[in-house]
T-cell receptor
């Protein structure tokens, strides 16, 4: 079975520029997650989708971050404008359902460097 | 607040020895815990999980122990191999009753270095 796909794998931008990340979850997975992982730390949930609806976006900096999952499959995460502290790896994960016992499968991540 | 932490940032072991990675959590309401392995340039990979109604669970070469009294979790890796070198995270999956969904909260990670 194909895993979670993410692109691009690496991105370097200057502060105040915008950037977008793309995620394609495992086929049939209803739940999609975006995490931010700062170097040396564990991943932190930014937003969780159930199909195309948002379950939790409490830790998403909504003044600059946005995410969508229009058709309940692929998702994009956008940052506009970027700040230096946004430098991190952005991980996408998916699970069959949203319950606690459903395993989350992670993609390889997009490493963002803001200069 | 909610937090899941690990005791040591780095653990160095000899190939063939057993490894023990520790984790302390603070949310006494959590009832589901997971250990992940993250290799360089990859996303976290599920290793083993345990529910709060258990105190031990075994997998292939791995064992997770849960002590709810002191809110402590550990991962034991038997006969550690070079391929086990990675960062290990414990995470607690918190049940959101209002939406019947789970939310993962990760600790900071322990880097396991296996010396040949």
């Amino acid at each position: 079975e194909a895993g979670v796909a993410q692109s691009p794998r690496y991105k370097i931008i200057e502060k105040r520029q915008s950037v977008a990340f793309w995620c394609n979850p495992i086929s049939g997975h209803a739940t999609l997650y975006w995490y931010q992982q700062i170097l040396g730390q564990g991943p932190k949930l930014l937003i969780q989708f159930q199909n195309n609806g948002v379950v939790d976006d409490s830790q998403l900096p909504k003044d600059r971050f946005s995410a969508e999952r229009l058709k309940g499959v692929d998702s994009t995460l956008k940052i506009q404008p970027a700040k230096l502290e946004d430098s991190a790896v952005y991980l996408c994960a998916s699970s069959l359902r949203a319950g606690v016992s459903y395993e989350q499968y992670f993609g390889p991540g997009t490493r963002l460097t803001v200069t | 607040g909610e937090s899941v932490g690990l005791h040591l940032p780095t653990l160095s072991v000899q190939e063939g020895d057993n490894s023990i990675i520790n984790c302390a959590y603070s949310n006494s309401a959590s009832d589901y815990f997971i250990w992940y392995k993250q290799e360089s340039g990859k996303g976290p990979q599920f290793i083993i999980d345990i529910r709060s109604n258990m105190d031990k669970r075994q997998g292939q070469r791995v064992t997770v122990l849960l002590n709810k009294t002191v809110k402590h979790l550990s991962l034991q890796i038997a006969a550690t191999q070079p391929g086990d070198s990675a960062v290990y995270f414990c995470a607690e999956n918190i049940f959101r009753g209002s939406s019947n969904t789970g939310k993962l909260i990760f600790g900071q990670g322990t880097t396991l270095q296996v010396k040949p």
